[in-house]
């Protein structure tokens, strides 16, 4: 059984104190509240992170990165490392996000080296594949996440697949307020657990996938209800601490239902 992960990407947003008053605010929650088996994990700015870490070390709550570099130290100026996630307390860090593929020109190749950095100091890499509007539309969805997820996963052994996570992430989806829905991300996340298989053999039934892109309250029953999503990475709706709060209660009551 694959526990559900649940990762809020703040992106760019929040200072310091608004960091703290949001953990703050969730931890008060989830006292009365808890995740049961729900993972859960912030990724905040690097900024926030050691503010966090102040707040949440002994809770539920796990941090995670939003980046890292693939070198271990040296003249990289703005990068930073997997040990320096790690001296913050980090578990996770999200590599590949297509934002950072667009953005910033990263390919898969990068992408599979972050991700054995992250694994041999013992963090999890959430490794992010989706396809464009203009892909779907050309019928190249498949095509074009397999070939992500080939080039972006690293070499491993079978114990250490239960380390990655693989988030399907549709660029149409992400920011844009239309989420797929659930039988098309159903689809693709099956596909996914298809070529997991291919690679990777029994070990692809212990990586977890999740589904991000739009995903808020009103989604989040029905997407996590498709045997094939294991979680979520969830963007503007994990802004507001409440928010989260409601997404994580809905998936309780899916849980709980006969």
Same mark, same amino acid.
Do not use: W
């Given at each position: 059984m694959r526990r559900p992960l649940i990762v809020a990407n703040w992106?760019?947003?929040?200072?310091?104190?608004?960091?703290?008053?949001?953990a703050e605010t969730l931890l008060?929650?989830?006292?009365?509240a808890p995740t049961g088996e729900i993972e859960l994990a912030i990724a905040p700015p690097f900024t926030a992170l050691e503010t966090l870490a102040?707040?949440?070390?002994?809770?539920?709550?796990?941090?995670? !990165?939003?980046?890292v570099s693939s070198m271990a130290?040296?003249?990289?100026?703005?990068?930073?490392? %997997?040990?320096?996630? #790690?001296? *913050?307390?980090?578990?996770?860090?999200?590599?590949?996000?297509?934002?950072?593929?667009?953005q910033h020109g990263e390919t898969s190749a990068d992408v599979a080296a972050k991700a054995a950095a992250l694994l041999k100091e013992g963090l999890r890499p959430i490794i992010c594949v989706g396809e464009t509007q203009a892909q779907r539309e050309a019928?190249?969805?498949?095509?074009?996440?397999?070939?992500?997820?080939?080039?972006?996963?690293?070499?491993?052994?079978t114990p250490t697949a239960g380390e990655v996570v693989v988030a399907y992430e549709p660029i149409w989806a992400i920011g844009? !307020?239309?989420?797929?829905?659930?039988?098309?991300?159903?689809?693709?996340?099956?596909?996914?657990? %298809?070529?997991?298989? #291919?690679? *990777?053999g029994e070990g692809a039934d212990r990586?977890?996938?999740?589904?991000?892109?739009?995903?808020?309250?009103?989604?989040?029953?029905?997407?996590?209800n498709q045997p094939d999503i294991d979680g979520a990475l969830i963007g503007s709706a994990a802004l507001d601490a409440r928010t989260l709060e409601t997404i994580l209660a809905n998936i309780q009551l899916e849980n709980t239902s006969p």
């Open positions: 992106k760019m947003h929040k200072s310091r104190a608004e960091a703290r008053e949001y008060a929650a989830l006292a009365t102040g707040v949440l070390t002994g809770s539920p709550v796990a941090l995670a !990165g939003q980046n130290e040296g003249a990289f100026t703005g990068e930073v490392s %997997v040990s320096m996630l #790690k001296d *913050l307390g980090c578990r996770y860090c999200i590599v590949g996000h297509s934002e950072r593929r667009a019928g190249q969805t498949e095509k074009i996440v397999a070939e992500q997820l080939a080039a972006s996963l690293p070499a491993m052994s844009t !307020g239309v989420t797929a829905t659930p039988e098309q991300a159903q689809e693709v996340q099956a596909f996914l657990r %298809v070529c997991l298989n #291919k690679i *990777l990586v977890r996938l999740q589904y991000g892109g739009s995903v808020g309250p009103d989604s989040i029953r029905s997407l996590m």
